[in-house]
């Protein structure tokens, strides 16, 4: 069974293939593939994961081809920026110009 392990940060991403003779948890693929050595700071407890962009959890058990990804902490909270976005526009005119 084939499967990928995925991560990235802004300056390097990893793609690495695992090899397995039996089915593997997500856990465990992350694990075989070595993806902690090379990016010692995923923490298997506080980074999320997912399969193909939906997030699951690290025991679900794999099919053969599933990507399992790993996510960095967001940086940002999403709806704080995006209410500071909102702020700043409400100083902006129509058109651009400032008040």
């Known amino acids: 069974m084939r499967f990928e392990v995925a991560y990235g940060k802004m300056d390097e991403q990893a793609l ?14 992350i694990e075989t593939s070595g993806i902690l050595q090379r990016f010692p700071e995923i923490d298997m407890d506080a980074n999320k994961i997912g399969i193909f962009g939906k997030a699951a959890k ?15 902490p967001l940086i940002a909270d999403p709806k704080e920026a995006r209410k500071r976005r909102a702020a700043e526009g409400k100083a902006m005119r129509k058109g651009g110009g400032e008040k």
């Open 16 to 29: 690495l293939v695992v090899d397995s003779d039996t089915p593997l948890t997500a856990r465990q693929a």
């Open 58 to 72: 690290l025991d679900v058990l794999l099919v053969e081809g599933d990507r399992v990804e790993i996510y960095r």
